[in-house]
């Protein structure tokens, strides 16, 4: 989700509120006009950003910057003007000299934060947003972008306190209740997860990652009847995709509804034949049916898939 987020708040710091330039600063000033102040031209290369005309807001924010090179706004602009023409290495680096001029700098942190964690460095995303927190210690969105980066980091008890700090700010995002649901999931809590993430699937009941995890709330606190209709509806979501059907079929086992658990799972293995739980999980169902021949086919190769899948080979161990 880190991908859209990043989308999501380049658009909302780019493209709302579209304006007209006041002025067209492509030439130099001609003989007698006067010169246009770095605050001018910062003004202009924004509202160039929000029409979308990158190449022309990267021009006029660099004279910005000859000008005044301590800008750190017209430093964050040049950057996502640059990172919308693909120019990813330049854009970090006009999105980390935003950060240097102005620590205090909310948007540029964010979004020189969440490139590092796509980059696959987290802690230097973590580092990132603590600097900035100093300025804005309750900055909901902050404090959201800093709990998943914890959560990359496998400091899950931070992130769901970091998370826990962000919903008293923004109660109503889907997007912040499905992260704190996730990590609650992760930490073990999953009566709070499932109270986040109904709250969550209340407001996004077509997001198919906040109905996968409230489907896995439901089922760790017990209710797999509920959980199955979570599956259900993510199947619905995303007919292609095995995970729901795998999650179904685990919620039919608890049932003990094993026709259905068969079939949910061999639906999976159509869908993804080199699925491991899925095998497993068809395993479980011949051995509940007492089919011990075609139990040992299906663990077997489930551990063909995954070597690695200690519950396959103790049953293979303990039946041979």
Request: proline share 7%; charged share 25%.
């Amino acid at each position: 989700m880190r991908t859209a987020a990043i989308l999501s708040a380049w658009f909302f710091l780019c493209c709302s509120a579209p304006q007209q330039p006041a002025v067209e600063p492509d030439l130099p000033p001609g003989p007698g006009e006067v010169s246009y102040s770095a605050g001018d031209l910062l003004g202009v290369g924004k509202a160039y950003n929000q029409r979308g005309e990158s190449q022309k807001a990267i021009g006029v924010l660099n004279d910005c910057l000859k000008k005044n090179p301590d800008l750190a706004e017209a430093h964050f602009q040049l950057g996502l003007a640059l990172s919308r023409l693909g120019k990813n290495k330049a854009a970090l680096a006009a999105f980390q000299t935003a950060h240097f001029k102005d620590p205090a700098h909310v948007q540029a942190a964010l979004m020189l934060g969440m490139t590092h964690d796509l980059e696959g460095h987290p802690q230097r995303a973590l580092l990132i947003y603590q600097t900035t927190m100093k300025h804005h210690p309750d900055h909901p969105q902050l404090l959201q972008e800093m709990g998943n980066t914890l959560m990359m980091l496998n400091r899950v008890p931070e992130a769901v306190e970091a998370l826990e700090r962000a919903l008293v700010k923004k109660p109503a995002d889907a997007d912040l209740l499905g992260d704190l649901g996730y990590a609650c999931l992760v930490a073990g809590k999953p009566k709070r997860a499932r109270q986040v993430l109904e709250e969550a699937h209340n407001r996004a009941p077509d997001r198919p990652d906040i109905t996968l995890n409230l489907g896995r709330a439901r089922l760790g606190s017990g209710d797999a009847v509920a959980a199955a209709e979570a599956f259900e509806n993510l199947i619905k979501l995303k007919p292609d995709n095995p995970e729901g059907y795998i999650h179904l079929a685990l919620c039919r086992i608890r049932e003990k509804k094993l026709d259905a658990a068969k079939q949910a799972a061999q639906r999976a293995i159509e869908l993804e034949p080199a699925l491991p739980r899925a095998h497993f999980l068809l395993g479980v169902v011949y051995d509940a049916m007492g089919k011990q021949k075609a139990a040992r086919a299906s663990f077997k190769k489930a551990l063909e898939l995954d070597p690695k899948m200690k519950a396959a080979r103790d049953w293979l161990k303990k039946n041979k």
